[in-house]
């Protein structure tokens, strides 16, 4: 047989086939590399200053900036492993807080700027607009909750619900919008040369007070006050309880996946609608998985 005659033997046998398979998965794969190479090299994490208090919080600011909302976790201060842990998970929760902003500004544009109307107007006569204002304000003509309701009326429309939809519609609207706003308002009075308290508007933010404390590595990061009397016991001390905290970020996390689904299918028409649903579908999972830690925190005293 001629070579013309064997290569054309060879090119319809099955092991000729197979061979050409090989060559183009290899092909394929050496082109996902390079490409998944290039966007990587593209999208090389940035870098952010943390060697100051105001250098950190100017940080947060490019973090929102950029799109890098998850890495605000790395503000704050870890002293185990565990809460590490807990805070990369709160800090991929919170990119997800922006991704779901993103989706209002595209999908709800016309619900946004009348939410933001409202709130310059409510500015304009006095009222607290600032996401630390709002959280300790009460509404116009609230009065308190007679003290033989129990919290089940969180979910009847109750004046406390009406506060906790605020600041969901808040959160919806603009979640960083104090961060962005932090160069003019936020200042720092030194505590001592590793540690800063953090004043808005001249005074301390409720409810316990933020510090921020020097790290070994020079970097400044918030300090979250587990240690401080009322929480220290509620505070998790173990991996376990760790985890229960965790349950507890991830159950948000998919709330926020759920309600991006939710706005871009068209089945909300305004923020009291997603903050309704958003409130709906974390309370319950939420008072389960405390119950849980609670059950865990008892534990503790078991011989």
Do not use: C
């Amino acid at each position: 047989m001629s070579d013309a005659g064997e290569t054309a033997h060879d090119a319809g046998s099955p092991g000729s086939a197979w061979g050409s398979v090989v060559i183009i998965g290899v092909i394929a794969l050496v082109t996902a590399a390079v490409a998944i190479g290039a966007v990587l090299i593209r999208e090389k994490p940035y870098s952010y200053d943390l060697s100051t208090p105001e250098r950190a919080f100017a940080s947060a600011r490019l973090m929102i900036e950029r799109g890098d909302a998850d890495r605000l976790g790395d503000l704050i201060e870890a002293t185990n492993e565990d809460e590490r842990r807990l805070y990369r998970q709160l800090g991929i929760t919170l990119g997800r807080l922006q991704d779901l902003a993103i989706t209002v500004r595209e999908e709800m544009p016309e619900e946004l700027a009348r939410y933001q109307k409202d709130l310059a107007d409510a500015a304009a006569r006095g009222e607290p607009v600032s996401f630390f204002e709002r959280i300790g304000a009460r509404r116009r003509g609230e009065r308190q909750r007679p003290p033989d309701q129990g919290g089940a009326e969180m979910f009847r429309g109750s004046p406390v619900r009406g506060r906790i939809n605020d600041v969901l519609q808040g959160m919806l609207a603009d979640p960083y919008a104090w961060i962005e706003s932090s160069e003019e308002r936020l200042s720092f009075a030194e505590m001592d040369e590793d540690m800063v308290a953090l004043l808005w508007d001249g005074q301390m933010i409720p409810p316990l007070g933020w510090v921020m404390r020097r790290q070994s590595d020079g970097r400044w990061q918030i300090v979250i006050p587990l240690d401080a009397p009322g929480i220290r016991d509620a505070a998790p001390q173990n991996e376990g309880e760790f985890l229960i905290w965790g349950s507890l970020i991830a159950s948000l996390d998919n709330v926020l996946v759920e309600l991006d689904d939710e706005i871009r299918a068209g089945r909300h028409s305004t923020f009291e609608s997603v903050s309704d649903s958003m409130f709906e579908k974390v309370a319950i999972p939420a008072v389960m998985i405390m119950y849980a830690y609670g059950q865990a925190v008892e534990a503790r005293e078991e011989p």
